[in-house]
């Protein structure tokens, strides 16, 4: 079945340095994609989305990369700070609008910021 | 705006207690959303509804029911709670505009069912 997943479970990072956290899909008709983060005792909060049309798209700090040839889905944070540390889910959402628009959502991976 | 809110905050159930999670969004949205996660793992759709007066089940609907009160309300009901509910429930909301296609999330209800 249509699955969203994720290679790394456990990122430890140093602070100030970059961030990549990977994602693969496996729904080809999936058109549009989020990065949510979820701090400990919240809810996910929205991060950064593209759609299938684009291969790249920047916030602040943040990069979100999409290679629909091998459905690959990462998340770039740059400088990674204290307060990035949280877990963080990919999701997609596929085409299909009598579906309710629903998400797939990944495992997570939790980044952990070491000072 | 306070988005997706949620009550209770946390919630302790005797095995075969019912109770109704409650869930309401100011954000004129759509379609809402009810998820469980489970310790160490991502989000399991429960049940979602597309627009006021209708619902549909999600990939765990089993134990549970839901209510959608009005276009601001979406409830979740457990008639009879089993210590396999145990988990951390989310409500989520999204507009139908193309351009927003993201679910915000309300900041959810501990439950834990002895």
Known sequence: GESVGLHLPTLSVQEGDNSIINCAYSNSASDYFIWYKQESGKGPQFIIDIRSNMDKRQGQRVTVLLNKTVKHLSLQIAATQPGDSAVYFCAENGPNEAAGNKLTFGGGTRVLVKP | ?114
């Open chain 2, 1 to 114: 705006n306070a988005g997706v809110t949620q009550t209770p905050k946390f919630q302790v159930l005797k095995t075969g207690q019912s109770m109704t999670l409650q869930c309401a969004q100011d954000m004129n949205h759509n379609s809402m959303y009810w998820y469980r996660q489970d310790p160490g793992m991502g989000l399991r759709l429960i049940y979602y509804s597309a627009s006021e007066g209708t619902t549909d089940k999600g990939e765990v609907p089993n134990g549970y029911n839901v209510s959608r009160l009005n276009k601001r309300e979406f409830s979740l009901r457990l008639e009879s709670a089993a210590p396999s509910q145990t988990s951390v429930y989310f409500c989520a909301s999204r507009a139908e505009d193309r351009a927003q296609e993201t679910q915000y999330f309300g900041p959810g209800t501990r439950l834990l069912v002895l």
